[in-house]
C-alpha cells in the first residue's frame, strides 16, 4: 500500500510540475483572493482583527477546491482510467497517494498564502508561525476529505457544483478547527484543543479513504 | 483455468448503463490465440463488447467468463490485471513524458525499468522518450499505448479502434505486432468501424448493431 502510495504521489506531483498549472494558475489566484479578502476588510485593520485566520482558510478552501477538481480530472479521461485500472493498483494505496500529493501542493501553497497573510494583512509574523504545524495539520485532513469526496463527486465528470455542495458540509468543522488553531496562535487562547480536533479528523479521513476508495472508484 | 475451455464465454450478455442497454444478449466463445475483430457502426457497442471483457463494465444479465474470471461473481480486478487495455482516447497521463508514462506502468507492476528502453526500441519511440504524451501525433499515441501494452504483456489484449488516425505504415506496424502476440498466446480482440484490410492477419470478423451480433465469419 504504501509502495502505491508513493508511486501515485510521485505521478500526481510530476504531472503538477510539468503541466505548472499550481504555480502559474493556482498560487496568483490564492494570492490576488487573499489580497481581495483583506481590501475588502480594509488591509491595514484585517491582520490585527479575528478575520484574518478565516481569511486565510476562505482563500484555501477556494484553492483546495480547485486542486482537487485537479487532482481527479488528470484521472477522468476514459482510457487513463482503463488503462491504469488495468494496472491492478490496490485502490488504498491510490488514495494516500493522491492524498499525499495534494497534501503537498496545499502545504506549498499554504506557506505562500500565509507569507501573504504576513505581507497583506499584517498578521504578526511569530504568531503566523507559531500557527504553522496546526495549519499543515488541518491542510492535511483537507487533502484527505478531498481526495475522497472528489472520488464521490464524479471523479472530475460529474457537474462542476457538485464537488463543492457534497464536500462543503465536511470541510466546515475542519475548517472552523483551523481557524480557531490559527487564532489562537495569533491572540492567544486554547490552541492543542483545536489542533488535536483536526488531528482526529485527519486520521478519521485516512482511514474512511482506505476502506471506501476503492468502492467508490468502482462506483 | 482449464487450458481447453475457451478464454472468453458469454452467454445472453446483457450491459445496462442508466437503464439504457449497451449490450443486448450477447453470445460469444473466444480461444486463446485468436484474434477477433469487432465492427459496426457508432454506437453498436463494440467499446461496450471490450469494456465488458476487460472488466471495466459489469454484467447486467446473463452469464460470463473470461481469463476464468465470472463476470457476475468474480472479482473484476483480478480480471484487469489479466487484460491490456488500448483506447482510442489516449491511454497514459498526457503531461507525462512518454518514458516517464512506462516508468509509472513499469514500477506499478514491478517490472524492471530497464525494459522501458527496449519497449520504447520495438514501437519506434526512442528519440520521442522525453515528449510530452501530449505533443505526440495522434500515431505516435498509439504506439506509446502499445508500450503500455508491451510491458504489461496480458493474456488479453483489447485494442478499441487502435487504427484510427493511422497512416499506411502505422497500420502494417499494428498488424506485425498483433500477429506476434497472437503467435504467441495471447487473445486479441480489435473493435474498428470497418473489416480489417490486412493481408497478413486473418482474424474472425464479428459484426455488431444495436448491442447484438448480427454477423460472425471466420
Not at chain 1, 501542493?105 to 499554504?110: A, F, M, R, S
Not at chain 1, 496546526?134 to 478531498?146: D, E, N, P
Request: proline share 4%; glycine share 12%.
Amino acid at each position: 500500500m504504501i509502495r502505491v502510495a508513493l508511486l501515485v504521489a510521485g505521478k500526481d506531483l510530476r504531472i503538477e510540475r510539468h503541466s505548472r498549472v499550481l504555480l502559474w494558475q493556482v498560487l496568483p489566484f490564492g494570492v490576488t483572493a487573499l489580497v481581495l479578502c483583506g481590501l475588502a476588510l480594509g488591509a491595514t485593520h484585517a491582520g490585527h482583527s479575528s478575520a484574518a485566520p478565516g481569511l486565510f482558510y476562505l482563500v484555501m478552501l477556494l484553492v483546495a477546491l480547485l486542486m482537487i477538481n485537479r487532482a481527479q480530472v488528470i484521472e477522468g479521461s476514459p482510457g487513463t482510467k482503463a488503462s491504469v485500472a488495468t494496472l491492478g493498483l490496490d485502490p488504498a494505496g491510490v488514495f494516500l497517494g493522491k492524498a499525499l500529493a495534494l497534501a503537498v501542493e496545499l502545504w506549498l501553497t499554504g506557506l505562500v498564502v500565509l507569507a501573504g497573510s504576513v505581507l497583506f494583512l499584517h498578521t504578526a509574523l511569530t504568531g503566523t508561525l507559531r500557527a504553522v504545524p496546526s495549519v499543515a495539520v488541518t491542510l492535511a485532513a483537507l487533502a484527505a476529505a478531498g481526495t475522497l469526496y472528489g472520488a464521490l463527486s464524479g471523479g472530475g465528470q460529474g457537474p462542476a457544483t457538485l464537488l463543492p455542495m457534497l464536500s462543503l458540509p465536511a470541510f466546515a468543522p475542519l475548517l472552523i478547527a483551523g481557524e480557531r488553531s490559527f487564532s489562537a496562535s495569533l491572540h492567544g487562547g486554547s490552541l492543542w484543543r483545536w489542533w488535536l480536533i483536526s488531528l482526529v479528523a485527519l486520521a478519521a479521513y485516512l482511514a474512511l479513504g482506505i476502506l471506501l476508495y476503492g468502492v467508490l472508484e468502482e462506483s | 483455468m482449464d487450458q481447453t475451455s475457451p478464454v472468453v464465454a458469454l452467454r445472453d450478455a446483457v450491459v445496462l448503463i442508466g437503464g439504457f442497454p449497451l449490450l443486448s444478449g450477447v453470445d460469444l466463445d473466444l480461444d486463446a490465440g485468436s484474434l477477433t475483430v469487432v465492427t459496426g457502426a457508432n454506437g453498436a457497442g463494440k467499446t461496450s463488447l471490450l469494456r465488458l471483457l476487460g472488466g471495466l463494465v459489469t454484467l447486467s444479465s446473463g452469464s460470463g467468463v473470461v481469463s476464468g474470471v465470472d463476470l457476475k461473481s468474480g472479482d473484476l480486478r483480478e480480471l484487469r490485471r489479466r487484460v491490456g487495455w488500448l483506447g482510442h482516447e489516449g491511454s497514459f497521463y498526457d503531461d507525462l513524458t512518454a518514458k516517464e508514462n512506462l516508468t509509472f506502468a513499469a514500477r506499478a507492476l514491478g517490472r524492471p525499468t530497464e525494459e522501458i528502453g527496449r519497449v520504447l526500441e520495438r514501437v519506434g519511440l526512442t528519440a520521442r522518450a522525453s515528449t510530452a504524451a501530449k505533443r505526440l501525433s495522434a500515431g505516435q499515441r498509439r504506439r506509446l499505448g502499445l508500450a503500455w501494452l508491451l510491458l504489461r504483456r496480458p493474456e488479453t489484449w483489447l485494442l478499441d479502434e487502435p487504427y484510427a488516425s493511422l497512416d499506411d505504415e502505422g497500420r502494417t506496424f499494428f498488424d506485425q505486432l498483433i500477429a506476434e502476440v497472437v503467435h504467441v498466446g495471447a487473445t486479441v480482440v480489435v473493435s474498428a468501424h470497418d473489416p480489417l484490410r490486412s493481408s497478413t492477419l486473418h482474424p474472425r470478423t464479428l459484426t455488431l448493431a444495436g448491442g447484438l451480433v448480427v454477423g460472425d465469419r471466420s
